[in-house]
């Protein structure tokens, strides 16, 4: 599993302004997203999972602050990029699809439309650069269009005033006055179209440069893949064959995507996400789509910028079981033939008993247990991880257990010590006074509970979920026979 470190979240701290004081909603997140990777973030509502991943996107909410933390993708810290920038790495690097696809679509908007508007947008990267570049200028100059226009007005208003006799010495003045600005603005406006002029040649000098870099270096990408591809056969072959045409289509996008690419590629994946008859589907509303039909839809928007990080937010929540289900193994199928590195949010840990590689547990703004699926599922060490398995249905009598006792802590006032002390039979006096660190149960695997301290009494996991386990893992094993 353990392929390069994709996104590395390092003590991630965040709050919100209220009109009651600070919510402080996210605690000191710590984890690494491994390439290729599915990562599970489970918890009770309000855990602080939407706002943590939000702020991975970069949109949290205005009365959102970071109050600490890093968050490392692809060497840059994207809690300090500045806007412009953390533009093309969201809709280019990071996709994210959440709970309700009703409301990331616009129901007055074809589909077809929404699922090309981004790839145009994002595609004309270099038409939008070379733009950019002599923006400046172009502003300057159409600012001084707009005041020359207007101190014209202003000073044949002065001159009529003067000949209609209303006149007075003021009158004379504010005349003077225009003329003056107006002789400034027009010594101007040579200048700036000059530096436009200038500007634009510059930008054409620098674009073309960049188009060169950019056809040189895929040149060369496409010639290290074709020299694997002349050593290899069968599947590998037909990977290697994949990855040309997909560098040279990107190639292509990068100078301009046209309305017509942009709808072919539409096509493409929207099958790719199993929507049936695509063409036709293009000229339909969101309203004419079911539930899953839609959830697939924003997943194919996601895909249209070749994300290589899937942030889901509860993708399956608002479906019933065997579309939750349908769309679970879509998104196993997308990581899969993508390379994508996956974080996946849901408040119910037999969701991604299937498809996680990992899993954090988190509670009250903070994660209180990170480890493998395996480590999670079998050998959980946290008593809230405990009860959130013991909460779980039964696959067999389809029955919970129980229900988690108590609610979680309001967040205005979190507690001084370790958060769910109040609701953990298992706590000590200094859950109470102080916040547990994260302990290493081992490689993978580590825990924020003080039951863990090698001075703390020895406490198992109660014996009703050992067995649910044990009988968890037989019917996997029987599964996988
Ligand atoms: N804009 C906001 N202003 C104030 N508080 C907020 C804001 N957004 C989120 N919060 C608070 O931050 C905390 C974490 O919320 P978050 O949405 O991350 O929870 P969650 O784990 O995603 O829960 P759910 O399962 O219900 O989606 C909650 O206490 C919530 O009320
Ligand atoms: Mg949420």
Redesign the pocket.
């Known amino acids: 599993m353990a392929g390069n470190i994709k996104l590395h979240v390092e003590d991630l701290t965040i709050s919100f302004k209220t009109t009651q004081g600070l919510v402080r909603a996210v605690r000191g997140v710590s984890f690494d997203l491994h390439e290729g990777e599915t990562l599970a973030i489970v918890g009770e509502?309000g855990s602080g999972?939407?706002?943590t991943?939000r702020t991975i996107m970069g949109i949290l909410a205005g009365n959102g602050i970071i109050d600490d933390g890093k968050i490392i993708y692809e060497g840059e810290d994207l809690t300090k990029v500045d806007e412009d920038h953390f533009h093309e790495i969201r809709g280019n690097k990071i996709g994210m699809i959440f709970?309700d696809p009703m409301s990331s679509l616009n129901p007055i908007m074809k589909i077809g439309k929404q699922v090309t508007e981004g790839m145009i947008l994002n595609g004309k990267h270099l038409e939008n650069r070379y733009k950019a570049l002599f923006h400046e200028a172009k502003t300057t100059l159409n600012r001084l269009h707009r005041e020359k226009k207007s101190l014209k007005v202003e000073l044949r208003a002065n001159l009529k005033a003067i000949k209609t006799g209303d006149s007075s010495a003021d009158g004379m003045v504010l005349k003077e006055e225009c003329n003056a600005a107006l002789a400034k603005v027009k010594i101007a406006i040579p200048a700036a179209k000059k530096r436009l002029v200038v500007d634009k040649k510059a930008a054409k000098v620098a674009i073309d440069l960049e188009w060169k870099n950019e056809q040189e270096r895929v040149t060369k990408l496409v010639s290290d893949v074709k020299a694997k591809l002349a050593d290899s056969d069968g599947e590998a072959k037909q990977a290697y064959v994949d990855e040309i045409d997909m560098l040279q289509e990107n190639l292509k996008r990068f100078k301009k995507v046209t309305k017509r690419q942009a709808t072919e590629r539409a096509i493409e994946i929207m099958d790719e996400v199993g929507i049936p008859d695509p063409v036709r589907r293009l000229n339909q509303y969101p309203f004419q789509f079911s539930g899953g039909m839609r959830q697939r839809i924003v997943i194919a928007i996601a895909l249209t910028a070749s994300p290589d990080v899937l942030i889901c937010?509860?993708p399956t929540t608002a479906l019933d079981v065997t579309i939750q289900s349908q769309i679970l193994e879509l998104i196993n199928d997308l990581k899969r033939e993508r390379n994508l590195s996956v974080i996946f949010?849901t408040?119910d840990l037999g969701v991604v008993a299937n498809m996680a590689d990992r899993i954090g547990v988190m509670y009250a703004g903070k994660l209180v247990e990170l480890g493998t699926a395996e480590d999670v599922f079998y050998n959980p060490v946290h008593p809230y991880t405990w009860a959130l398995l013991s909460s779980m249905p039964d696959l067999e009598s389809k029955e919970r257990l129980t229900a988690i006792p108590g609610t979680p802590p309001n967040m205005l006032f979190p507690p001084v010590g370790d958060a769910f002390a109040d609701r953990n039979s298992y706590a000590m006096a200094i859950d109470f006074k102080e916040q547990p660190p994260m302990f290493k149960v081992s490689e993978t695997h580590s825990a924020a509970t003080w039951l863990l301290h090698p001075d703390a009494p020895k406490v198992e996991m109660p014996e009703v979920i050992r067995k649910r386990i044990d009988r968890m893992t037989k019917n996997t094993s029987e599964v996988s026979k």
């Open positions: 509502s999972k939407s706002v991943s709970q937010d509860e949010i408040h």
